[in-house]
């Protein structure tokens, strides 16, 4: 992995600390380089989308601005963490266009029965409730920001294109299983997210009333 633009100073510091005490470190060092990339890039779409407003003089608010960047960091933090977990830019990543398909696996939830027969659980709770929880955001940022009047089932099928396009790069890249049980619990993710959305959208047409 290349060095940390801006958290090298502290990640070296837990490293210090805890490497010889955590038998998941990676995972850690894993997220501290995914958090790195999330700034950095983020950090350009905020100076984009700036110059965007101003040259087509759009109007917008302060806490919608806000928001979407929460949200595009969201975003670029969760391919980080599950495609481009090598390298900053596109040229440091190395493709793999020979794969055999078989490698997909495509029968539904054959992997997750493995992982729930596992000594440990840790895998399992992560494979199931992780991907659910990790596409909670995405069910409920895409119909609060968006202009159009979104339904459920949109946001059900963004979420599962989504999910399919993670999957898609995680396998050309060669930089995780591409499995279809994972399609499944993010497109659960988001089907929650949105009816939090939708909860929260009653409550303050509630609380107006």
Do not use: C
Request: no cysteine; charged share 20%.
């Amino acid at each position: 992995m290349s060095k940390m633009i801006f958290l090298g100073p502290l990640y070296d510091y837990i490293y210090k600390m805890y490497a010889m005490r955590i038998n998941h470190f990676p995972l850690i060092r894993l997220s501290f380089y995914a958090v790195d990339k999330a700034i950095l890039y983020t950090l350009f779409f905020i100076v984009l989308r700036f110059i965007w407003i101003k040259m087509k003089k759009k109007d917008t608010t302060f806490w919608y601005e806000f928001w979407l960047d929460l949200f595009v960091f969201y975003v670029f933090l969760l391919f980080a963490l599950t495609v481009f977990r090598e390298g900053y830019f596109i040229w440091q990543f190395k493709f793999y266009w020979h794969r055999p398909l078989s490698e997909i696996n495509i029968v539904p939830l054959i992997e997750t029965f493995k992982l729930a027969d596992a000594k440990s659980l840790v895998d399992f709770i992560y494979n199931l409730y992780g991907n659910i929880m990790w596409f909670v955001p995405m069910g409920f940022f895409i119909p609060a920001l968006s202009k159009k009047h979104l339904k459920f089932f949109d946001v059900v099928v963004i979420g599962a294109l989504i999910s399919i396009s993670i999957e898609t790069m995680q396998f050309v890249l060669n930089t995780g299983v591409t499995d279809i049980d994972d399609v499944i619990f993010n497109t659960i993710g988001a089907m929650v997210g949105y009816l939090l959305f939708f909860i929260g959208k009653w409550i303050k047409k509630s609380i107006k009333i």
